[in-house]
């Protein structure tokens, strides 16, 4: 199966969505849309139409632009079963359940926790994850609905994705992420590094996304909240316990 492009596009502030389109193709698949105007600008680049929609979650900067899509290019929409609050899915999918658009597979992975019903979008034959609000680069989503455990257990479910995964997420908060980061674990030499490219690439005004599940198994804390350093740092053997205060700390940093 040949690898499909992958276009990252701004939306709103500081989001981002992304396209997925075969080459050659004049289908694609938008994700998380919440920008019309830019939605369709990022269609228009790439002369085709969006047959597809696939939600991660349900914060209006997610899906706002979903219904006017929808409308305008008969899309499929494609979201969480039990997540009331998105728009109706075409294609209502549960934890771990595979599908295929254009010839390309996806998995559902559920990640309660920035929301209850949040979900990711795994390509096996790729190894490309669409992590939504759940993973960023060098952090993680704020806890809005979920709890500590929960949480943590589904950056595990993360964590156990091949190690070249490349990781497309819903926001560019990498720089703010790696300030945190610093402070609780300055002697980390990766993260050092990550945080020159990152400050590079903000400079040059670029992305710092896609991200490789690699580099955020070293330099990301957490995904890090089992290592002795974060138990010693926050008290605790224990790492949900230990999620639940820096996640804590990051909310008050």
Aim: net charge negative; hydrophobic share 35%; aromatic share 10%.
């Amino acid at each position: 199966m040949q690898k499909p492009n992958v276009y990252l596009f701004p939306q709103l502030d500081d989001n981002y969505g992304y396209l997925i389109k075969n080459p050659h193709e004049t289908k694609g698949v938008l994700v998380d849309p919440s920008d019309l105007s830019m939605c369709l600008k990022i269609l228009e680049l790439n002369d085709c139409v969006a047959s597809h929609i696939l939600i991660t979650h349900h914060h209006d900067d997610h899906i706002a632009a979903v219904g006017e899509i929808k409308s305008k290019f008969n899309s499929l929409v494609i979201g969480y079963r039990n997540d009331s609050k998105i728009p109706k899915p075409d294609k209502e999918v549960l934890d771990y359940e595979t599908f295929e658009i254009l010839g390309n597979e996806y998995k559902v992975i559920h990640t309660p926790g920035h929301t209850l019903q949040h979900i990711n979008f795994f390509m096996p034959q790729h190894n490309i994850l669409f992590s939504g609000d759940t993973l960023f680069s060098i952090g993680c989503g704020r806890m809005f609905e979920g709890t500590p455990e929960v949480f943590w257990d589904s950056l595990c479910k993360i964590k156990q994705l091949p190690k070249d995964t490349k990781i497309y997420c819903g926001h560019e908060y990498t720089l703010a992420n790696v300030n945190f980061a610093l402070s609780i674990d300055p002697n980390n030499k990766e993260l050092q590094q990550y945080s020159k490219w990152a400050s590079h690439q903000e400079n040059e005004l670029r992305p710092t996304i896609p991200t490789m599940l690699s580099d955020q198994l070293l330099c990301n804390p957490f995904l890090r909240c089992d290592e002795d350093q974060f138990m010693k740092l926050y008290e605790s053997q224990n790492e949900i316990e230990v999620f639940a205060k820096m996640r804590s700390a990051k909310d008050n940093f």
